[in-house]
């Protein structure tokens, strides 16, 4: 492969347009050590330059900051022929006009310019396909689950300027950055002030699909990819057992070693990437802002400890004691007698938006935060109360992980279900949870409202085994398509439910959902088996109901939920550009 260096001062446009030829070999310091090669032929120089007696309209931000960020972005657009300079005599009547502005965002030390198109529903309100693949909580620790149980190392990649690769459909017109046409103007270019767009540019409505679509190409067509046809955000090589998940730009993958730096190399030939070491043994590293730690024993994820603090500090709490359990009671009648002020409901929108993201990793916290998701509107005193409880609940469990063992079969789904019939005394809507284990490791948790009255109890479990199993045959297909076969094993703490399940028709239970019944014909075909499970050990009634100390510690560890204690000594990986391209040498 032939890798191209790319220096930070070249991309800022500091430096001068006699950058010359580069022709000298360099080790490239990322998966364990590939070689590469620079690309021996002159480079060009900058298409702007920071020192450019222009304005660069920086606003309320660091003026140096804002031209290196601006040159950056306008010279990368250039690199990526993400635009062709136009006059205004070559556009036609029927193309597309697209408005865009700058969006300049602090980064610790530098600014972070974009050039943003501004395209709005409004323009085209019955425009379809604007769909993108992207990864789902309910699959999404599957990449993580194979590399522990495979024992194989892992590997991230993200995409640099992702959608600069994805080709423009049609013919799109943009006003340049006012940057960019003062110095055309200094260069002698007058005549041509307008950009037909190549790429697409940040901001256009179907950018993301463009990018998704580029990237289906790449792996499918060129690098032999199968795409799952149930998740399409997971890719399969089969050849080379190189399993990876796509989300938006990021990719996480796992194989063998040696595929995996052979997959890195050849997909770096058609990208610009960041790529991180092969992740290995005492690896820590982040995926969708989540903490992985991988040990000889198998994989902790640790979640990430800032949404935890933002909660904590925002109520105030930051030194308070904590508190064993996430809830202590359910929703009373009695609750909505002292509604909150703006300001609290405010706070409490944010604080329960950044706990729904973060329950995929504090996952015994399922049902707290399922109540708290109840009283988004019309939120009282006593959701306020609620929500501090489970703020304080967050301050005793900073150290704790979902750890993956790597021993443990891997062949069952072992899916357990239990509901709580109407346990709200509000709606009197009951409340389903669902868990799917394999190999000792919780690949799902969920807490959910049912959207029916129930009229029994039996009849509410056997929903609550309905959505559970819909869940399961989901995670079997994926599973099935990454080289991991399983069989479903359902699990109902109710023996009315699992006699529904096990017979043919609504029997007695005449207003039984009709739609639901498909659970009987995959039980009948033992696509799914069904297992009466003890209510004491039914590890899924950690979801339906605040529990005493001792029980929800019990149950906490049962899922997988252990102390880790602190890691922040050990060094996080991190990704770090490297671009592999294809080329011929210079004469």
Not at 112 to 118: D, K, M, N, Q
Not at 531 to 560: C, H, V, Y
Request: glycine letters at 8%; aromatic letters at 8%; charged letters at 30%.
């Amino acid at each position: 492969p032939v890798v191209e260096v790319v220096d930070s001062t070249v991309q800022a446009g500091i430096l001068p347009p006699s950058q010359g030829t580069l022709d000298f070999k360099v080790d490239v310091d990322m998966v364990g050590g590939i070689e590469g090669w620079v690309v021996d032929e002159d480079i060009p120089g900058p298409t702007m330059a920071a020192d450019l007696d222009i304005d660069w309209n920086t606003g309320d931000f660091d003026p140096e900051q804002v031209k290196d960020g601006k040159c950056k972005e306008i010279n990368t657009m250039s690199d990526m022929e993400v635009f062709e300079a136009v006059s205004p005599d070559e556009v036609e009547a029927c193309w597309t006009w697209l408005s865009a502005r700058w969006e300049n965002q602090q980064r610790d030390d530098e600014v972070r310019c974009r050039y943003v198109a501004r395209e709005f529903k409004s323009m085209d309100p019955l425009r379809e396909g604007l769909f993108t693949p992207s990864s789902e909580p309910t699959t999404g620790r599957l990449i993580d689950f194979k590399a522990v149980k495979f024992d194989q190392p892992t590997v991230l990649l993200d995409a640099v300027n992702a959608y600069f690769n994805a080709p423009q459909d049609g013919d799109v017109i943009v006003q340049p950055p006012a940057e960019w046409l003062q110095a055309e103007a200094l260069r002698g270019n007058r005549t041509k002030t307008l950009w037909k767009l190549k790429k697409k540019l940040y901001g256009q409505r179907d950018a993301s699909k463009g990018f998704s679509d580029f990237m289906m190409t790449v792996l499918v067509k060129t690098l032999g990819f199968e795409q799952c046809p149930d998740q399409p955000c997971f890719y399969r090589h089969e050849a080379d057992s190189v399993d990876l998940e796509l989300h938006q730009d990021d990719i996480y993958a796992t194989a063998d070693e040696g595929p995996l730096k052979a997959f890195v190399e050849e997909i770096c030939k058609h990208i610009k990437l960041k790529v991180s070491a092969i992740l290995k043994y005492g690896a820590k590293y982040q995926h969708l802002k989540a903490g992985r730690l991988r040990v000889e024993s198998g994989m902790f994820l640790t979640g990430n400890a800032k949404y935890a603090d933002e909660i904590i500090k925002a109520l105030g709490l930051v030194g308070a004691k904590a508190v064993p359990t996430p809830i202590t009671t359910k929703l009373l009648p009695e609750d909505f007698e002292e509604p909150c002020e703006e300001e609290e409901v405010k706070l409490f929108r944010h604080c329960v938006g950044i706990a729904r993201f973060m329950v995929n990793y504090v996952t015994e916290a399922i049902f707290a935060v399922h109540v708290l998701s109840k009283r988004l509107t019309n939120t009282t005193k006593a959701d306020i109360k609620r929500l501090k409880h489970f703020g304080r609940y967050l301050i005793g469990v900073r150290g704790y992980a979902l750890f993956f063992p790597k021993k443990g079969d891997i062949d069952i789904l072992e899916c357990s279900s239990d509901t709580d019939w109407a346990g709200d005394a509000c709606d009197r809507k009951s409340v389903a949870c669902g868990i799917i284990q394999c190999g000792d490791c919780s690949l799902l948790e969920y807490a959910r409202g049912q959207a029916v009255h129930a009229l029994s109890s039996g009849e509410a479990e056997y929903y609550g085994g309905v959505s559970l199993g819909a869940e399961a045959l989901h995670m079997k297909s994926v599973m099935g398509f990454l080289a991991m076969p399983v069989k479903i094993r359902l699990r109902l703490d109710s023996s009315a439910a699992k006699a529904v399940c096990q017979r043919i028709g609504v029997g007695r239970i005449r207003h039984l959902e009709v739609r639901s019944l498909w659970l009987q014909s995959k039980v009948r075909d033992k696509e799914i088996v069904v297992f009466k499970q003890d209510g004491e050990t039914n590890i899924s009634d950690i979801g339906t109901k605040n529990l005493a100390g001792p029980r929800f510690k019990w149950m906490r560890e049962q899922i997988g939920r252990v102390l880790l204690g602190d890691t922040s000594k050990i060094e996080e990986a991190k990704a770090v550009r490297v671009n592999m391209i294809t080329g011929s040498k210079g004469s």
